[in-house]
């Protein structure tokens, strides 16, 4: 809100008989004062207004935010949308703690897992939802769960869901062995140097946990799980570790089958590459939040969450990044496109996906993530 | 003030921005490094400030990070040698052609007009499944399927020996320039055939650019960390990798500070030992 709205709102409430003259001039004396006392100061802290920094996971998912949300919320608002990307949550923790309280504004996290850990650290914010209207149309499973990690307050608006399943060639795999095999297509000899996984350790020990038949959130045969992720890494071509870099490994055939993002492979098919999709039993369910920074300018935060909520905003990112919005379908119409993304729910109760529990998965962090790192590594 | 006391201050005063710049963008961070790698990461990621030596323990005494350590030594000793066969004869082109130098030392310096990142990529365009290499062959007939060239340690090799090339090239040259082409004709008048005239006069003269280009190959070549994501397979990590993954994939920042003060203990060894046998006035002359 500007000074001049601010201003008018006060005189309409002296206007209306709400406070009395003596108050009216009072509180305008001491805003004059307070102004003229903090002007040269003002001047920057405005300027630092002016603009709200962005930073998600590049390629397509943030051309779709740069042409469907960014652009359109500064042509209305007039503040300026610096995006930036990051190739997972960890890089861009990292950088995060290494800058100054406002440098990060805004993230595109994944996972209730990657919000604890921000809040753990002390990097949340508490949003004033009131300036958030729209986030009354989002599934309330995807709200609550954040709630609950940040004693009912909120630091950022659940976004989007997606699924990381698995993602096949059809000239070389069919839909009924994937069906067959399931994620122990990723331990088939016959594809030895034509599999390749992402570098991530919990996507890994996800997917390790089904290949041995573990609850991917309660695995409690560790040694079976890095036996897999051995045999695995043994067939692997590479491990890839950003999304243009799978698009590219499937569209150049130099895999066959990787676990995926459903949102990439649906761009891949969208391009015209006969790539399948399927979601495993027990597959990775992921939701993704924009996380508002501790430090950051709350009501243009705010402001932009909001419009970015709003339907028009959300559907046209949703159908651009290829993942379904957290908009709840039982509450707003979602067109024709949505219902046919993948992982997309029309019950809303997003009760056919599995997502991971963040304290399992962050109270392991430490010792899996090296774990991991020494098997990737050939140990 | 004297003659003598202004001309006796001018070396500090000329120096002065120099040495404030270098104490505050190497000394100093490098003071924080070496206080980080004495604390610990806690379980939520933030860090405990103290004194503790268990990074130090496990770096020093755990053989993953040693074995890592010898196999980054061992890639950059290749690539070193690879550079040094490769870019010698390329060297010697140069300094002996007649009035095209420069035009030859400007395409010489033409990949550093485009990201290293890039030109570490364009390798998958070329041995790629579908690249450039695989699809002549199999428009040829030669083969009925793409063979795997990408992700091993030998295009890890091919990405550092494309990066740094240059490099050596550009040493070797300094110093072949340098020699008195005459001294090889001398020789030849004296009996000896144009190659044992090479062996015997200009290859022992030019040995100190090729010390310099190899060191600056050696050290660059043992730090890179993007040519092993880009190019490498699945065990392919250098212990940069190592020090990226603690300080960005674990939030270990302790333990990371730990490993790269490591790893600058080994490369700064060498370049001592460099120094004393070679000194570093021929690698100035290579880089200026």
Known sequence: MDNTKRYERLRERYMNGGI????????????????????????????????????????????AFRKHAFDPYTKASGIKVVDGTFGGGDEFLSRV?????GEYNIAHLSGVFDYARYHGLGLSSTLNEKNIPNLANVIPKLVDVFRKVTDGSLSCVPYDYGTTGLAYNRKYISDEEMKEKGAKILLDARFKGKIAGWSDWRTRIWYASLQTGQD??????????????????????????????????????????????????????????????????NGFGWQECLFVIKGSPMEPCEELLNFMLAKETSIA????????????????????????????????TLDGLTFADPAYWNGNEQKWSKAFSRIQKGY | MSLEEREARQPVLLLTPAITAVGLLLVVPLGFILVYSFWLRTATGA?????????????????????????????????????????YPAAYFIARSRGNKA??????????????????????????????????????????????????????????????????????FVSLDGIDATLEDAA????????????????????????????????????????????????????????????????????GSALSLMLLAVLGALVLLYNHFLGMAQLMKGLS
Not at chain 1, 328 to 346: M, N, Q, S, W
Not at chain 2, 53 to 81: C, Q
Request: hydrophobic share 50%.
């Open chain 1, 20 to 63: 009395d003259r003596r108050s009216f001039l009072g509180l305008i004396g001491a805003a004059g004062l307070a102004y003229g006392v903090q002007t040269p100061f003002a001047r920057h802290a405005l300027a630092a207004t002016e603009q709200v920094r962005f930073d998600g996971w590049g390629g397509v998912v943030s051309e």
């Open chain 1, 97 to 101: 703690k290494a800058s100054q309280p």
């Open chain 1, 216 to 281: 991917p959130n309660g695995a409690t045969d560790m040694d079976a799980i890095w036996d897999a992720l051995r045999t695995h890494r043994d067939l692997l071509l590479k491990y890839w570790s950003s999304g243009a870099e799978l698009m590219s490994l499937l569209a150049e055939e130099e895999i066959y089958v990787t676990e995926a993002w459903s949102g990439r492979v649906h761009a891949l098919q969208q391009q015209g590459h006969d790539i399948g999709y399927m979601d495993p039993p």
């Open chain 2, 103 to 172: 035009l030859l030392l400007l395409l010489l310096m033409l990949p550093f007009w485009i990201s290293y990142i890039i030109r570490t990529m364009s390798w998958i365009n070329i041995l790629g499944a579908s690249g450039a290499v695989n699809s002549g062959l199999m428009a040829l007939g030669l083969i009925s399927e793409p063979l795997p060239m990408l992700y091993n340690e030998a295009t890890v090799v091919l990405g550092l020996v494309h990066f740094l090339l240059p490099f050596m090239v550009l040493n070797v």
């Open chain 2, 188 to 255: 030849c008048s004296l009996g000896a055939t144009r190659w044992r005239s090479f062996l015997e006069v200009t290859l022992p003269l030019s040995l100190p650019g090729l010390a310099a280009g190899g060191l600056l190959c050696f050290v660059l070549a043992a730090g890179t960390y993007i040519t092993p994501i880009v190019l490498g397979g699945p065990s392919d990590a250098m212990f940069a990798n190592l020090v990226f993954e603690a300080i960005i994939t674990q939030l270990d920042w302790p333990m």
């Open chain 1, 317 to 348: 990112v949703a159908e651009g990044q290829s993942y379904p919005p957290a908009l709840d379908p039982t509450k707003v119409e979602l067109g024709e496109i949505i219902p046919t993304l993948p992982a997309f729910d029309p019950t809303g």
């Open chain 2, 47 to 87: 860090d405990q400030a103290g004194f503790f030596l268990d990074n130090w323990r496990e770096a020093l005494s755990d053989p993953f990070y040693r074995d890592i350590l010898l196999n980054t030594l061992k890639i950059a000793a290749v690539t070193t040698i690879v550079c040094a066969l490769t870019g």
